[in-house]
């Protein structure tokens, strides 16, 4: 099963709103890490937060992190166009051969001008 | 600098076809990942390499293979295709294994098993 499980599934907004994505996650972690995809291209690493930090900021995102509830989310400010894309967030899981990086099934970003 | 390439772009098979879709990475990376998506179910971690001649396996292994015979090479190989197998395959790649540093992507293999 998958690790990470971003809400929405979709949200829609208009260009200047802020948006906000959720992930939820099910077992300890290392990082947890987001990821954008424009359509038909591949993921695109946008931040990477530490278990033992809380907030972090990357120009227009801020993403915090709460692993007493197991969560993350990432906020966009004032959105643009541009940042159509879907939205995934990652999670390091472990299985019998070691570790690697499980997605969720992202959240759909439209922002209309 | 390319980063990594998949090729092919994309590829029409008949059922019970062998396939193999390469990678390449130029960044001298430890780990590579190869990933479906399907729509609606996000990406699935298929295989993973930690280091060159170790492999993983990941959530949905199974009719996958992949070896690591050097740094820079992941093949994925269908030994016998199936329609079920019809997806987009992205292979990654990781300075550090492990998850606990940022994956670098493909533009993805679109595959489509008739």
């Known amino acids: 099963s998958q690790q990470g499980e971003e809400d929405p599934q979709a949200l829609s907004i208009q260009e200047g709103e802020n948006a906000t994505m959720n992930c939820s996650y099910k077992?300890?972690?290392?990082?947890l890490q987001w990821y954008r995809q424009n359509s038909g291209r591949g993921l695109v690493h946008l931040i990477l937060?530490?278990?033992?930090?809380r907030e972090k900021h990357s120009g227009r995102l801020r993403v915090t992190l709460d692993t007493s509830k197991k969560s993350s989310s990432l906020l966009i400010t004032a959105s643009r166009a541009a940042d159509t894309a879907s939205y995934f967030c990652?999670?390091?899981?472990?299985?019998?051969?070691?570790?690697?990086?499980?997605f969720g099934k992202g959240t759909t970003l439209s922002v209309s001008s | 600098i390319a980063g990594i390439t998949q090729a092919p772009t994309s590829q029409i098979l008949a059922a019970g076809r062998r396939m193999t879709l390469r990678c390449t990475q130029d960044?001298?990376?430890?780990?590579m990942y190869w990933y479906r998506q399907d729509l609606g179910l996000g990406l699935r971690l298929i295989h993973y390499?930690?280091?060159?001649?170790?492999?993983g396996k990941g959530e949905v292994p199974d009719g996958y293979s992949v070896s690591r015979a050097n740094t820079d090479d992941f093949p994925l190989t269908l030994a016998s295709a199936v329609p079920s197998q019809t997806s987009v395959y992205f292979c990654a790649s990781s300075e550090a294994s492990g998850g606990i540093g940022e994956l670098f992507f493909g533009e993805g293999s679109r595959l489509t098993v008739l």
């Open positions: 937060i530490r278990s033992n930090e």
């Open positions: 077992t300890s972690i290392n990082n």
């Open positions: 960044m001298r990376h430890n780990a």
């Open positions: 990652a999670t390091a899981s472990y299985n019998q051969a070691g570790t690697a990086l499980i």
């Open positions: 390499s930690n280091t060159a001649g170790t492999t």
